[in-house]
């Protein structure tokens, strides 16, 4: 955050309290940015790892990609109910 302070009161004009805002809002943009960036690396991830595991799931057990896609998400529900 930026902070101005005028030796005067009032000296700020309406163009230069809008000027005095921009670099806030770009950092703000900025920062929106890097966690949006963050987000789609994790997403890019899982999804990697989860291509990996239907791959292992379809060949070692003959599933369709349906099928192993469920696998996993059955798993899942099924330790969320047995930890509660």
Known sequence: MLDLYPRKPGSFT??????????DSHAAV???GARTHDQV?????????VGEAMGIL???????????FD??????????????
């Not at 690396?41 to 790892?49: I, K, N, P, S």
């Open 14 to 23: 309406e163009e230069g309290e809008t000027a005095g805002c921009l670099p």
């Open 30 to 32: 900025a920062r929106s």
């Open 41 to 49: 690396e994790q997403a890019v991830t899982a999804c990697h790892l």
């Open 58 to 68: 379809m060949g070692s057990r003959h599933l369709t990609e349906d099928r192993a």
């Open 71 to 84: 696998v996993p998400r059955r798993e899942q529900r099924r330790d969320c109910c047995t930890n509660r």
